[in-house]
């Protein structure tokens, strides 16, 4: 079956990895998979190395934002020519879009809601595929019928993110210029306004001197970010990594992977995380409860709220025995019910089924 993937922003953060991973699997199961993308983007080079050699046409288009009739005209001759069973959208730019060339066309449109997101640029797609149970609850509560969304989860590839070895945790942390022992912090996520890194720095200002912050991720805060930095006078203790495609490599360097998020679906970097058997500190907002239980699987903090955050850091560091029994709860947890194989086929199963169906 042909599928087209649209997807539009420039970086690659959480939705963007899925929606790579997503296209590989699809093509390795046989599928002929057209993406459509952004030109001249971060997210195009990662899609051209990682999709090409599988067979992936992978397209890049100018878009002008979500009013923009020539990249609608254009998707839309796309699926009829090449014969699309359906199009996939993720987020809201390519949702809102793909939506009304998938009406022109008479296939099938599916939008991915990968955070808690109004329901305006996604109310015209025939289905609506949630990441999390929050995220189909807040679509609900403003009004869209529960019957038009689908719960599938993202999932974690629990065979490459494994637990590191002592030895791997040590050169791991000597890669990124940290002594062997250092204590570190990590957020893996693009340095943007709702993950929250503003209240992290503040909360490690008044902890120990001797943590390591790494920031993992690019974005339009990062200079901000950095005022803020020397502002606190932690120039020494945080080291900005820019996008990390060894995602692995980042968290074995980890002791504490923190996402203090004010708002998100179901991150990606929290679940791999916890596959890898990683401390995690994030905010209550979202999906994160559903993976992230307090002295269970995680510690959890009130969103923008930095003595919550401080106070749910030093409950991780002071107890680290106890920390790391959590970890490996967090890792057994993962991989009984987050298996990424699994929730991939589960994906290609309704893919399959929509794509025979006719369009809403």
């Not at 959480?14 to 199961?29: D, H, I, N, P, V």
């Not at 907002?285 to 850091?313: H, M, N, Q, W, Y």
Request: glycine share 6%; charged share 25%; proline share 4%.
């Amino acid at each position: 079956m042909t599928f087209v993937q649209y997807i539009t922003p420039s970086r690659v953060g959480g939705a963007e990895t899925y929606f790579l991973e997503l296209c590989a699997f699809l093509a390795k199961r046989g599928h002929r998979v057209i993406v459509v993308t952004k030109r001249d983007s971060t997210l195009r080079a990662e899609a051209d190395k990682l999709l090409n050699p599988l067979g992936v046409q992978v397209l890049g288009w100018h878009t002008c934002g979500k009013f923009d009739p020539r990249t609608l005209l254009r998707l839309v001759r796309l699926i009829r020519r090449e014969r699309a069973a359906l199009i996939n959208t993720h987020l809201t730019t390519a949702s809102w879009v793909g939506a009304w060339a998938a009406r022109l066309a008479g296939v099938p449109s599916i939008a991915w809601i990968h955070g808690r997101d109004k329901k305006t640029w996604f109310q015209f797609a025939g289905r609506l595929i949630a990441v999390a149970n929050s995220v189909r609850e807040y679509l609900v509560e403003q009004g869209v019928p529960e019957q038009k969304i689908d719960l599938l989860y993202y999932g974690v590839d629990v065979r490459r993110f494994v637990p590191p070895t002592d030895q791997e945790k040590r050169d791991a942390k000597q890669s990124f210029d940290l002594a062997p022992d250092a204590r570190t912090i990590s957020v893996v996520a693009s340095l943007i306004e709702r993950k929250g890194h503003r209240f992290l720095l503040d909360a490690v200002a008044n902890l120990p001197a001797d943590l390591q912050l790494l920031f993992a991720g690019e974005g339009v805060l990062e200079e901000p970010l950095r005022a803020q930095v020397k502002t606190l006078g932690l120039e020494n203790r945080v080291h900005f990594l820019g996008f990390q495609r060894d995602v692995e490599r980042v968290l074995a360097a980890t002791d504490i992977l923190c996402l203090p998020s004010l708002k998100e679906g179901l991150p990606i970097s929290i679940m791999e995380a916890q596959a890898r058997a990683v401390t995690v500190v994030a905010a209550r907002t979202a999906g994160i409860p559903e993976v992230v239980r307090e002295g269970e699987t995680g510690f959890i903090c009130e969103p923008g709220d930095v003595k919550s955050l401080r106070l749910a850091l030093k409950r991780a560091l002071e107890n680290p025995d106890i920390s790391k029994q959590i970890g490996m709860r967090a890792r057994n947890f993962i991989e009984a019910n987050f298996d990424r194989e699994a929730c991939l086929t589960r994906v290609e199963t309704y893919l399959l089924e929509q794509g025979t169906a006719k369009p809403q």
